[in-house]
C-alpha cells in the first residue's frame, strides 16, 4: 500500500487564484489569551486586567493581538507549509481593525500574491502569503503579509 503523510504545498503546487480555507478555526478562551500573554512578558492591562479593560471602550479584556497572528499563521499550516517550508522570511503589513475577544473563534484564509524562483538556492522558491482572519461573524480581526521560502518537489 502507499502511503500518503499529511504535508504543505510543494513550490510548484501553490497558485495565485485560489483562496486557501483553513478550517477547522480555533476557538479562544480567556486561558489560551492568559498564557500566551504571560509567556511573552506582555504586561498590557488591556489582556490581563478585567476592571480596568471593563472602563475602557472595548469594555472587556482583549486578545493579544501577537497571539491573534501567531494563530492566524498556525490555522494555515497544515494545508500549505507542513514539512514543505525552508523558513519565514518576514512579514510586510500587519493589521488589527477589530478586536478579538475571550469565546470568539478565529477562521483564516490565505491568498497567494506572489511566487518566484530563488535565485540563490537551487530548489526553493519564494512564496507571499497574504492571510486573513475573521471572526466566527464574518468581521475581520486580522491579516498579514508573509513571505516564505519553500522547497521545490523533490
Do not use: C
Request: aromatic share 8%.
Amino acid at each position: 500500500m502507499r502511503r500518503e503523510v499529511q504535508r504543505g504545498l510543494w513550490f510548484e503546487e501553490f497558485e495565485t487564484d485560489v483562496v486557501y480555507e483553513h478550517r477547522p478555526g480555533r476557538t479562544i478562551t480567556e486561558a489560551d489569551n492568559v498564557l500566551f500573554t504571560t509567556l511573552t512578558m506582555n504586561t498590557q492591562a488591556l489582556h490581563l486586567d478585567a476592571a480596568f479593560a471593563a472602563e475602557t471602550t472595548f469594555g472587556e479584556r482583549l486578545v493579544n493581538s501577537m497571539f491573534t497572528l501567531s494563530t492566524l499563521v498556525g490555522l494555515s499550516v497544515a494545508q500549505l507549509t507542513q514539512g514543505t517550508i525552508v523558513a519565514n522570511l518576514g512579514f510586510g503589513t500587519v493589521k488589527f481593525p477589530k478586536p478579538l475577544f475571550h469565546g470568539d473563534t478565529l477562521y483564516a484564509e490565505t491568498v497567494i500574491t506572489d511566487l518566484r524562483e530563488s535565485r540563490s538556492r537551487p530548489g526553493e522558491g519564494i512564496v507571499t502569503f497574504e492571510h486573513t482572519g475573521r471572526n466566527q461573524h464574518g468581521d475581520v480581526v486580522a491579516t498579514a503579509v508573509r513571505t516564505t521560502l519553500v522547497k521545490k518537489k523533490p
